[in-house]
């Protein structure tokens, strides 16, 4: 599956790739503007008309003809969702077939993952999200580390752990990157970023997935993650420079730290809204619900909290948007198969361009 990620322009490798290919221009009509022309078709019209009512036997009634109501715009679901890297001794190939159920039950247009390690990316998860029609988002990661000042050996950790998903059979790819935050402290913190294009309306926006720093110990760590939401807002305000001032955009992660953190109001300074509290149903769970734990059976299970601690405001993963969206539905997907297969749930929003 590594094999198609996409690692830079979606064009590299064909210089010659449009992206208005496939598009049928409109056949020319001759014009007839003159005053003779119009008379005469407004005679035939009339002639026409009158010859119906006869050979109807009396007056044509004319109905009406109804106007044609524009096509709803079908909501675009964007799905965030930390997998639990297998950090912990949790084996990839016990959670993957949960993982791609849980993302193809709800069938996202856009999936932000973290904690995507090389043994994520080995196992046939990918493939089969492939096979359903997602293609895998992992930006140009040479480049990053190049960004970065990276001047040591590469290793496996010096991988995008933040990839997205998008459906190609509603979204066209036009941009993408990936920017790793501070490699010194963390490599497998980044944040991954594509232009899409829906194909029914043209409609275009910017996808973002990230994770920002994960201590919490206090001022200190806030502070990385303010920087994290920075780097987010800077690289916003750069690709608005090449695809428009207004283009929208969405963001999704594990940015461990509640709404009431100092990355949150960074991002809401910078024009930023939060779906879990703008949107317009929203979810009563937390996010995060602590590692599923082994039973007798051998297999994971996971919990959602006590209920007096399973409340939204202590929600660590978060769906951000800007103006020109709407969010309609904010969801924390609880069911046990999301709940077996990692510390985190899904989280979804559905979304009105």
Known sequence: ??????????????PHVRFDE???????????????????????????VAVCAVAFGGDLELQP?????????????????NIWGDYFNNPVGEREAGVETSILKVRPDVVSLQEVTP?????????????????????????ALKRAAFSGKKTAKHINHEPLLYRRDRLNLLDCGTDFFHLSLQAEKSVTWAVLEDKSDKRRFVAFGTHFWWQSNGKESDAIRELNARHVLWLLADIRRKWGAELPAILGGD???????????????????NAASNADTR???????????????????????????????RSIDHIYYTK??????????????????????????????
């Open 324 to 353: 020109g969206i709407h969010a309609l539905r904010h969801e924390i997907v609880t069911d046990q198969t999301a709940l077996d297969v990692s510390d985190h749930c899904p989280v979804l929003v559905e979304f009105s361009l």
């Open 1 to 14: 599956m590594t094999k198609v990620a996409l690692r830079g322009k979606p064009d590299a490798g064909n």
């Open 255 to 273: 940015l461990n730290s509640t709404e009431r953190s100092i990355a949150h109001a960074m991002l809401r300074n910078g024009g930023f809204l």
């Open 65 to 81: 003809i109804p106007a044609v109501a524009p096509r709803p715009s079908v909501p675009l679901k964007f799905l965030t969702f």
């Open 283 to 313: 979810s009563p769970h937390c996010s995060h619900h602590g590692n599923p734990k082994r039973g007798e059976d051998g297999k994971y299970h996971g919990s959602l909290r006590p209920e007096n601690n399973d409340t939204p405001d």
């Open 119 to 143: 043994n994520w990316y080995k196992s046939p998860m990918f493939a089969n999200l492939e096979k359903a029609g997602y293609v895998l988002v992992r930006g140009d990661e040479d480049a």
């Open 22 to 48: 496939g598009e049928v221009a409109l056949a020319a009509t001759p014009r007839r503007g003159s005053l003779l022309y119009k008379a005469s078709s407004l005679i035939s019209l009339s002639v026409a």
